[in-house]
Nanobody, 114 residues
Framework: QVQLVESGGDSVQPGGSLKLSCTTS????????MGWYRQAPGKQRELVAQ???????NYADSVKGRFTISRDVAKRTVYLQLNSLKPEDTAIYYC????????WGQGTQVTVSS
């Protein structure tokens, strides 16, 4: 059974940084892709960043240049480095893994507020 466990969410001031982690119960290379989505109150869940199994990455336009997705295959962990955080980045961030179906973590809260 696939399990995704996120950590790293917190409350920070605008301009601050956070690093989110997502550890899987099996090799991250067994997935077509892994990534991060977010959902703000009253809004739909949206893709933030994605890394394909070959290593290529995709980012939402709103986070390009500020967020970086990376992985450690040996640790079965995917990371999301969030820099220059803005209040509009406030959301629950979900780790996602794709095969034929989607797998989701439980979510971790990121709050950006002064």
């Amino acid at each position: 059974q696939v399990q995704l466990v996120e950590s790293g969410g917190d409350s920070v001031q605008p301009g601050g940084s956070l690093k989110l982690s997502c550890t899987t119960s099996m090799s991250i290379l067994s997935f077509v892709s892994m990534g991060w989505y977010r959902q703000a109150p009253g809004k739909q869940r949206e893709l933030v960043a994605q890394m394909l199994s070959g290593g290529s990455t995709n980012y939402a336009d709103s986070v390009k240049g500020r967020f970086t997705i990376s992985r450690d295959v040996a640790k079965r962990t995917v990371y999301l480095q969030l820099n220059s955080l803005k209040p509009e980045d406030t959301a629950i961030y979900y780790c996602n893994a794709k095969r034929i179906t989607d797998y989701w973590g439980q979510g971790t809260q990121v709050t950006v507020s002064s």
